[in-house]
């Protein structure tokens, strides 16, 4: 082979080589964009923030059992996103006196809010003196896409609710939960939020109950033991879900089955004929 042959070749070789790497870098710009976890990709769906529905706080002199003054809360938190859970939610709790001081700040772990759904949550902290303001921040939740489409988180059933007013202003609710779930619910957290006639959030609270299996109910009380304002409470809302800041224990529920709605036999004879079958044009008439 001549050097002019030789020159040649590797003349035609260098060409292809840098035709295949302009063709590569084509194809490479062409591709979408990603990054190191499936939020930054650009098909990813944009996920909303958490949205406040509603909250309320109220004040309450500690007296004998208490010293100094007891801050109470209640809220609802909505997850607009139909296929994450928000996970990981912190409230944050802050009161100040007349000076704007602070004299409370409480950071409450909330439960996850299911896809599409909402959270009510309560607590309460104590206070050295009596504040003059009460605000609520929230942290912002940690996503996670769900096993299941909405229609699969059932709600707990929740029955026999009764709503006293005790004698010291208190009041005292008490019911059963149920569980709409094959497996049995380790612990759930039942929560009262109490409203008044134009169905305003006037305060609310919080107890748990354990291994709720199928078929059974287990009984709950609690207390709320101040409201805000002087509206009278004319309603009780009761939610039961699954404790602790993941949304796992509710997937995992979910994923077992629900129970069968109707699961007694019909007592009713069969028809001796299908009366509801139509017969289609030249078809066939036997049964």
């Not at 042959?5 to 035609?12: C, K």
């Not at 994450?84 to 001081?101: D, K, L, Q, S, W």
Request: proline share 9%.
């Amino acid at each position: 082979m001549t050097h002019r042959t030789t020159h040649r070749t590797a003349h035609r070789t260098a060409h292809r080589t840098r035709a295949a790497s302009a063709l590569a870098m084509i194809l490479l710009a062409a591709l979408p964009t990603t990054g190191c976890s499936g939020e930054d990709r650009e098909d990813a769906p944009e996920l909303r923030p958490l949205m406040v529905k509603e909250q309320v706080s109220s004040i309450l002199k500690g007296g004998d059992e208490y010293d100094g003054y007891v801050v109470n809360w209640a809220g609802v938190l909505a997850n607009p996103n139909p296929w994450h859970f928000g996970e990981h939610v912190v409230a944050t709790v802050v009161a100040r006196n007349a000076e704007g001081e602070e004299i409370v700040r409480m950071e409450q772990p909330l439960d996850a809010v299911p896809p599409a759904g909402s959270l009510p949550f309560t607590g309460q902290v104590l206070a050295t003196e009596r504040p003059a303001k009460v605000t609520i921040e929230y942290r912002p939740a940690q996503w996670r896409p769900a096993g299941r489409i909405v229609s699969a988180f059932k709600p707990f059933p929740v029955s026999g609710v009764q709503t006293e007013k005790q004698p010291d202003g208190t009041y005292l609710v008490i019911g059963y939960v149920g569980t709409p779930y094959r497996q049995p619910a380790g612990t759930l957290a039942v929560t009262a939020l109490l409203r008044d006639k134009d169905g305003k959030l006037l305060g609310g609270g919080s107890t748990f109950v354990d291994d709720v299996r199928r078929g059974g109910k287990r009984r709950f009380l609690l207390d709320v033991e101040s409201v805000a304002g002087t509206g009278k409470v004319a309603e009780t809302e009761l939610v039961a879900r699954t404790w602790g800041s993941s949304g796992r224990p509710y997937e995992d529920l979910a994923m077992g089955g629900a129970i069968p709605v109707h699961t007694v036999k019909p007592t009713m004879p069969p028809f001796e004929t299908d009366r509801g079958r139509q017969l289609p044009p030249g078809g066939d008439a036997r049964p």
